[in-house]
């Protein structure tokens, strides 16, 4: 079974540029996760999708985040404009269900200069 | 605000030597999970605990869970080098939202 898919997998970019990351989940998972984690931290989670629709994105910096989850399957993360305070590691995570194990992908490494 | 504690945060450890790493949580869970990360990769599901009293095993590590006390902890007996990495417990309760809360997890490093 294929696992959680996230590209690009590394990314550097300048403060005030844009970046986008992309998830694919695993097959048939109904619910989408986007996590931060910030070197020596635990992951934070950003916005919680059922489906195509947004349960929980209160820990979204809203002024500069964005997400969206197409058809309820793959989903994008977008910055814009970066900060420095952004660098770091967003993991893509689905799950058949609320409740059910929650699976992460390899992340996306993203470092602002 | 949920808040999870874990501790201690960084443990270095001798191969062989048994030790237990502590995860303690403000509120009443639903569920609560130990996940293992190695550097540079992903986050790996090693147990979900569900009820107080549950004790779960997989080969050298042990998690237990007692709701009542809030605090679950992985054992470790007899470590080897290949558990180096970090762990980490999270806990999601329908109190604050079907939230999975992270502690900030404890870097193990077995030395040989």
């Known amino acids: 079974e294929a696992g959680v898919a996230q590209s690009p997998r590394y990314k550097i970019i300048e403060k005030r540029q844009s970046v986008a990351f992309w998830c694919n989940p695993i097959?048939?998972?109904?619910?989408l996760y986007w996590y931060q984690q910030i070197l020596g931290q635990g992951p934070k989670l950003l916005i919680q999708f059922q489906n195509n629709g947004v349960v929980d994105d209160s820990q979204l910096p809203k002024d500069r985040f964005s997400a969206e989850r197409l058809k309820g399957v793959d989903s994008t993360l977008k910055i814009q404009p970066a900060k420095l305070e952004d660098s770091a590691v967003y993991l893509c995570?689905?799950?058949?269900?609320?409740?059910?194990?929650?699976?992460f992908g390899e992340g996306s490494w993203l470092t602002v200069v | 605000e949920l808040k999870v504690e874990q501790n201690p945060l960084f443990l270095s450890m001798q191969e062989g030597k048994n030790y237990t790493i502590y995860c303690n949580y403000s509120?009443?869970?639903?569920?609560l999970y130990w996940y293992r990360q190695d550097p540079g990769k992903s986050l790996e599901s090693l147990f979900v605990l569900l009820s107080n009293g549950a004790v779960k095993q997989e080969g050298r590590l042990m998690a237990s869970l007692d709701t009542k006390a809030r605090l679950s902890t992985l054992h470790i007996t007899a470590a080897v080098h290949d558990l180096s990495a970090t762990y980490f417990c999270a806990v999601d309760t329908t109190e604050y939202g079907n939230k999975l809360v992270f502690g900030a997890g404890t870097i193990l490093r077995v030395k040989s």
């Open positions: 509120t009443t869970s639903d569920r």
């Open positions: 995570a689905s799950s058949l269900a609320w409740g059910w194990t929650i699976y």
């Open positions: 097959s048939g998972h109904a619910t």
